[in-house]
Every structure is written in C-alpha cells, then in structure tokens.
C-alpha cells in the first residue's frame, strides 16, 4: 500500500521496507491493536470531515441567503434612488445656502412682477414647495439650518398663505390657526414638503448608504439596514426633493424690551423667501413686522404666535397683490 | 571440513545459511574468525528476534552472551568433563583470558572453546594464523580491540536500556544506528585480504561487502538526515549592550538529494496518514517508521556481529594473558605442532593458575624424546610436582585450540583427547571408598580412552597400602601403553619407581623428579631419574608436625581447659 512516507529517490527495497513499516506485519497483536485504532480514528475522523463540509455547506447557503437579502435591499434603495435626478439628491446642500443668505443681512423687498398677476402667487404656491421656518439665528448656518429644519413643521403662516382666510380678523384668522394647531395643515397642502422630509429621507438613498449595504458582513446587519430603509420617509422625501419652490420664512429677533407672550411670541419682524430650486432666483423677498399685543386678550394667551403667522401671511399676499 | 551442517544446524555445507527470506547468504557466515570454512554458529533467528526486541525497547536483556552461550564450538573429539574442573579451565579462563578491565561478555562460551579442541587440525592452524598476525602486527590487534570496544558499546546500548521511557526512543535508536554504522567502517578498513594472512581478511571482507549494499546507504542516509536535513543561514543582531537582539533568516537549503527529504506539506501529510493509520501524530513518528525500515535493512548483517564478539573475545583473551604473563617476564609461545615420535619440548614451562593468584611462578623446562612417553614424576612434598602437571595439561589445551601456550618455546603434539585425574575429592554420595573411587576413575579411563591421547594422573593407587596399590599401579602403566598416550603421573611409591627405572621393562617409561638445592628445597625444576626421598619430614616440619610442636599445642590445649593447672604447676 503507498504511503507518504515514501518518496521518489528512494531504492525500491527501501521504500518496500518503509511501506512494510507503517503498514505493519499483518500477524502481530500489536498491529492488529492498531488496525482498531486506525479503524476508529477513520470512522471519528470521517464525522469529522461530514461536519466540517455540513459547516462548509451551512455557511455558503447562509452567504447565499445573505447575497439574496443584499441584493434586494440594493435593488430597492437604486429603485427609489432612481426616481431622483443627481441634483435632486443633492436638494439639501443646494438649499442651505439659500436658507441662510435669507436669514443674513435683509437686502429689501423684491416682488417679481409675474407674481403680482392675479391668482400668480397662487398658484405659484400650489407647486411643489419645501417649506423651512426658523429663527434668524438659527438659520445662520448650514448646521443651523438642519437643526432648524428638525423641529419646523407646517404651520399658521404656510396655510394661511396658501389657503388665507377670507377677512384679516381675528375671528376669521382664529379659524386657520386652530386648523393649524391641530395638525390640519398636512391635509391641506400636499404641495409642500417640510426641508426635514429631505434631510431624513435622502440619505437613504445616498452612495454611501448604498455601500453600507454592500459592506454589510452578516444577515443580522443586513436585517437592521433593512428595516432602517423600511422606516425612512422615502417617499416624503422624494417629494421634497422633487419641489420647484423653496419657502424660507425667517423670524428676526424681538424688537425692544416690550412683554413676551405665553406661547413665546413677542413683537418682531418675519422675512419670506420664495426661491426657485432649480437655478436659485429669489422669486420673493417680504419683511413685515408682527406684534402680538393688538391681540385680544383670550386669543393672545394661546394663538399669539399662530394669528401673528397668519397676519403675517396676509400681509404677504396683500403686499403682492398692491400694484 | 567444517561446516555449519557439522556443527548440527540446518545449514547447507558450503558454510553459509539459509536466512527466513529462504535466500542463500554466503557472505553473514563470512564473519567467523574461528575456522577455516566460516559459519555462522549463532542462532540466527532468535538472534535477530532478540535484536528485534533490544532495537525497539532495549527489553533483551543477555541477548549476546545467551546467544553466544548457546552457539556450539565445532567438533571435537574431548570431553570437557575429563578433565576441565580438574585443570580448573573455568577460573583459568575467567582470571586469564582479560581484556582490559571489562568482563567478558559469554565467559561460557570461551570455556566451551578452550575445552573444545577442533577435531580437525586445519581449524587449529586457521587460528594460529590469527594469533600470529595480530603478534606481528600490534596495528590490527588494536583495530580489534577498537571494534570489540565499540561492539560492547552497542550491546550496552541495546540490553541496557532500562528506563528507556525517560528519553527519546528515537534518539536512542539513532545512536545505535549511528554506532551500527561505525562499526561497519572499522570493519572495512581492517586490512583486506592480500594485505592480510590470515581469516582476518573476512572482517574487511565483510565491512565492505555491507558498505556496498543498499541497507548502509540508507543507513547513511537516515543519519545524514537527522544531522542535517535542512540548512538554514542566520544573521544575528547584537544590541549596544551585547544582547542578541534578532535574527534575520538568509537562506534555507534542504538536502533534496537524500532519499528521506520531502517537501514540508507533504511530511505534514505524512503525519496526518500515520494518524489516521493507529499511530500517534507528530514527526517524532514519522522519523520512527523510516528507523525502523532501515533497521528491517540491517537487522540480518547485525546477527553475525554478535557471533564476532565471542571470536574477539577467544583471541583478544588469549593476547590479554599473553601480555599478563609478560609483564611478570613470563614468556608465551606459539608451539610447534610435532608428529609422533618426535621429542616433547617445553622450555620455560609455567602454571597460569599461579600467575592468576597472584604467584609468581618458576619456569621449568620439560625435555622428553617422545611423545608417546609415560612420564613418572617423583619429589618430595610441594616440589612443584602437580603444579607440573597442570601446567603440561594447559599447555596441551591451549595448544590444541589455536593458542599461545605458557612455555618460552615449546614442541607439543595434538593428541585425540585428554583425561586428568589431580583431584581427589570425597563427595557426600560417592559409593565407595578412596580407593574405589579411584579405581572406578581407571576404569572410565579406559573404557573411552583413544590411542594417542594425554593422560595425567595424581598420586596414582595412594590410597591403599603401598605394596598392593603399586600392584594396581604397575598394572596400569602396562595397560595404558598398549593405547600410546602421553601419560604423565605423580606418585610417591619411590621404591616401586626405582624399581621400574632399573628394570627398565618397560619401553615408554620416562622418569622425572623434582630437583633439590643443597639445603634439599625444592627448586621447582624437573631432572630425569626417581627422587629418593618425598621429604615428608620436612614438609611436617614446615607446616608445624613435628613431635615437639604438636606437643606444645596440647599443652596450651590443656591449660585453656584448665585454668588453675599453670599456677599449680609453678607454684
């Protein structure tokens, strides 16, 4: 029987006698011991080897079963991605800049003269808009601006701008801020994403998530990345990438050391910006001066910042519309 | 001839042996030193079933002295039970035969040769041979005493391995090997044949035939391999302080044309397949199995080494008392092997057992102008005159095995056998008297005894009455000259052997008695003619018998049983 031991320089009476010496003479006691000995290291080393390969077998079938759930997961977020244009992407950075510069230094009021046309504004308002409010100081950055676009939300002065009331009272104006408080703005403007939508959703869609998915080690991860991409505001977020509009409204400091409302709002001025996103020309450019104190007393306590918003919001449509 | 068949193993008659394999080896039995056609007298089977067992755990513990004791000596026509206890061959050859201070490795075995003179006497020129050329060149006696040193070396290493668990079997292994191997060289650089006389040629012969074969090549290969099977070049870095602080690895080289190199991955495989096949794993048991292949190789030229061990001790023995002798300025001859009717020449005769206790013995020379002689020796009392005869029985001995006898020169016929009668014991469960004994002796003497053998007697019928033991005596003499022996015998019946000398009736009578100096004291030196006194008077004296002084010690005898007698006696 050949064996290992052997090699090819070897004399053929060298190696009979190599082969003799670990094949052992077949009558001795001492070789039949090791025969058993042999017979049951064949036999554990065979289970051995079942389980080394049924392992084997286990992992590739598990790194099949992974490269399934990778490549599906891809295919999903290329498929939303897909849905974007590169620039659409990148709404966020492009946006910044233009949030901030409206927060900066006021330059004056700028009315494009298109929007002056009857039902113009109006219906420039019904395009795709993201819409992003926040204090002056806030706006003030880039990071500012994210921090800021968390905790904006569709309020008073957005639908009273795209849906204004029909007398500038406060009875009338009580009526859209209430809408407003209770969350009623969602439903009536679709038109306009919060800036937020994009910040939460479009990273979901990024290379870089898209290679987290890649560099995913074990179907654990893929299983988080999975339902991360499942909780996403995609579609949200698409919208608001997809938005023509920019609305920026911006909240200046309180001016002097007049009293400061419960809901915290005090007399100041508000600016509103209208960009367009594909090329950034500033559509509109309003400052107005809010006051709260002109407030009846009940409605001041709860809706000063709502009715001021709102006020503001028609003021905005009143200084468009004057010739 | 002799022969292997002769010596009765089952052997074919050309002297060589039939191994296991069935295959005719010729060349094994050429490692016999002791008679012309060589043989191997060990039993090779289990021999090699013994060697077997010593290589693999050092478990054969007498392997070469039981072989050597059992492995028969050749024909002979002698019986050792004639006359071995009486010249006290066993404690001649345990005290003589020495070689340097270590004991000899089957003393049995080298009895049994001393006291089996061949039967045929080409055997004992064959040995003379050697004898005389180790003599005449004191080189190859040292190459012998080299090779019988490094054989005892391998029998320590293979019987005296007990507590061999306690280091690496494989180590040990080989350094046996290793060993094996040296003696195989010494083998063949003995002087070969042309360069060398005698059978010694048969050790270079056999040295190189085996350096030839394949077994000695992987022989030399394995330990190659162990020593070096791969070669690494290192540089070492040395700190400021003078520490090493690295090595760096220049080169490796790997001796690829040794049969037992192979490549890392496929000695690693080795293992795992010597695992999975009931052996343990690791390289310690690869290196074992290819051990024991070459030693599969060997184990068949290694079985005659051990027969060589009892020829080397026969020959280096007999030098060994050679050289003992002549630091006490005793001279040692290779005798001359005479023809009947030629004269019996012993010139500085001399008792080994003396020199083996420590006495220093007085060389005689012994002149007879026959061999066929029967030699009466007369003397007083401790004249040296048993001494006499154990000294002409040695010589006898030795000269019939081959060797050196203890005489300056010497001139001895082979005689057919040998029968010594010196002591003259009483055992518990003898069934007769002294003189029954003895007279039960005479007749085994002649109920086996062969013409032309040598027969020495002790104070023949001294334990009867003079007159009728000299009867017997005479009887005796008549009747062995009938057979032709060389007869040597003590008495002290003075008056009867002064009475044959001048009768001179008998032909082959010769008559010796010891020779007095002026002071009658024996001088240890032998002159024809009858003694006329056996001296006993003075030997009484000597060893305190005389009247006066057995007197004293029964007084003194006397006064210890009575304490009160002395004061008595002088008051």
Redesign the interface.
Do not use: E, K
């Given at each position: 029987m050949p064996?290992?031991?052997v090699?090819s320089?070897?004399?053929p009476?060298?190696a009979a006698?190599?082969a003799?010496?670990?094949?052992g003479r077949a009558s001795s006691p001492r070789s039949a011991?090791?025969?058993?000995?042999?017979l049951a290291?064949?036999v554990g080393?065979g289970f051995v080897t079942a389980a080394v390969l049924s392992f084997v077998a286990a992992r590739r079938r598990a790194g099949g079963e992974l490269e399934i759930a990778r490549a599906a997961l891809l295919a999903d977020v290329r498929a939303h991605a897909a849905e974007l244009t590169p620039e659409q992407h990148e709404l966020p950075a492009r946006v910044a800049p233009w949030v901030v510069a409206a927060a900066a230094d006021y330059p004056g009021d700028l009315v494009e003269p298109e929007l002056r046309a009857p039902g113009a504004l109006e219906a420039r308002l019904a395009e795709p808009i993201i819409y992003v409010r926040g204090a002056q100081a806030a706006l003030a950055t880039p990071r500012g601006v994210v921090e800021a676009a968390r905790v904006s939300a569709k309020d008073a002065l957005l639908l009273c701008l795209v849906e204004p009331p029909s007398a500038p009272t406060e009875k009338v104006m009580l009526g859209r801020v209430r809408v407003a408080y209770t969350g009623g703005a969602e439903a009536r403007t679709p038109q306009v994403r919060r800036l937020a939508d994009a910040h939460l959703g479009l990273p979901f869609l990024a290379s870089a998530w898209e290679r987290r998915v890649v560099e995913a080690e074990g179907p654990r991860e893929l299983r988080e990345l999975r339902r991360a991409l499942e909780k996403a505001p995609l579609a949200s977020a698409k919208a608001a990438a997809k938005a023509r509009w920019l609305l920026v409204a911006v909240d200046e400091a309180g001016q002097g050391p007049g009293p400061t409302e419960i809901d915290g709002e005090r007399a100041h001025a508000i600016r509103l910006a209208l960009v367009e996103v594909a090329s950034g020309r500033v559509a509109l450019r309003l400052r107005r001066d809010v006051d709260p104190s002109g407030l009846t007393e009940a409605a001041r306590v709860q809706f000063a910042s709502g009715l001021d918003a709102c006020r503001f919001a028609l003021d905005v449509l009143g200084a468009v519309r004057k010739k | 001839m002799v022969c292997a068949a002769a010596f009765g193993r089952s052997a074919p008659s050309a002297g060589g042996l039939l191994t296991s394999h069935g295959a005719m080896s010729e060349p094994r039995a050429a490692l016999d030193l002791l008679f012309p056609t060589p043989a191997l007298r060990i039993d090779l089977e289990q021999t090699s079933l013994g060697l077997d067992l010593a290589f693999a755990g050092g478990v054969a513990g007498g392997l070469f002295s039981d072989a050597l004791d059992r492995a028969p000596v050749g024909p002979t026509a002698w019986k050792a039970a004639s006359f071995a206890a009486d010249l006290f061959v066993p404690a001649f050859v345990a005290s003589c035969f020495t070689i340097g201070d270590g004991q000899l490795v089957s003393q049995k075995h080298l009895v049994k040769l001393v006291t089996s003179p061949p039967a045929d006497p080409a055997v004992v020129l064959h040995r003379r041979a050697v004898v005389d050329e180790l003599v005449t060149h004191p080189s190859r006696r040292e190459a012998l005493r080299a090779l019988y040193t490094d054989l005892l070396r391998l029998r320590s290493m293979l019987e005296g391995a007990t507590g061999a668990g306690k280091w690496d079997a494989n180590r040990r292994q080989l350094d046996i090997l290793t060993l094996v191997k040296k003696l195989f060289d010494r083998l063949a650089e003995l002087p070969a044949e042309g360069a060398s006389s005698s059978a010694l040629a048969r050790l270079s012969d056999y040295g190189e035939r085996v350096l030839a074969g394949e077994p000695y090549r992987s022989l030399a290969d394995l330990l190659r391999y162990d020593e070096s099977m791969a070669t690494l070049s290192l540089k070492v870095g040395i700190g400021a302080d003078g520490r090493i602080r690295g090595f760096q690895l220049l080169s490796v080289e790997e001796d690829r044309q040794n049969p037992f190199v192979s490549s890392a991955w496929r000695r690693w495989l080795a293992k795992v397949e010597l695992f999975v096949r009931g052996y343990r794993f690791g390289d310690g048991e690869v290196m074992a199995r290819l051990i024991d292949a070459v030693f599969d190789g060997l184990r068949d030229e290694l079985a005659p080494l051990v027969q060589l061990v009892g020829d080397l001790e026969f020959y280096l023995g007999a030098l060994g008392l050679r050289d003992a002798a002549a630091a006490r300025g005793l001279s040692m001859c290779l005798p001359k092997l005479a023809e009947p009717g030629e004269p019996r020449v012993l010139e500085g005769l001399w008792n080994p057992l003396l020199l083996a206790s420590g006495v220093a013995p007085v060389p005689c020379d012994l002149r007879l102008d026959r061999h066929d002689a029967c030699v009466l020796v007369t003397g007083p009392n401790s004249g040296g005159k048993t001494r006499l005869l154990q000294a002409v029985g040695l010589s006898q001995v030795l000269a019939q095995v081959g060797l050196f006898v203890p005489a300056r020169a010497g001139c001895v016929m082979l005689g057919s056998s040998l029968v010594v009668s010196l002591i003259q014991e009483t055992r518990v469960d003898q069934a007769e008297g002294r003189l029954g004994m003895e007279l039960l002796r005479i007749r085994e003497l002649f109920e086996s005894l062969p013409p032309g053998a040598m027969v020495i007697l002790d104070e023949l019928c001294s334990g009867t009455n003079p007159s009728e033991g000299e009867e017997i005596f005479e009887l005796v003499i008549r009747m062995l000259t009938r057979l032709r022996p060389q007869t040597f015998i003590t008495t002290h019946f003075l008056a009867f052997a002064t009475r044959l000398e001048a009768a001179g009736e008998i032909d082959e009578l010769r008559f010796l008695q010891v020779e007095l100096d002026p002071n009658h004291l024996p001088t240890y030196q032998f002159t024809p003619g009858v003694a006329q006194t056996s001296l006993a008077g003075k030997a009484a004296a000597r060893l305190g018998v005389t009247g006066e002084q057995l007197l004293a010690l029964i007084e003194r005898n006397l006064a210890a049983a009575e304490p009160g007698r002395e004061g008595q006696g002088r008051a």
């Open positions: 064996t290992l031991l090699t320089r070897m004399s009476a060298l006698r190599v003799a010496s670990v094949t011991g090791r025969r058993l000995v042999a290291r064949f080393l | -």
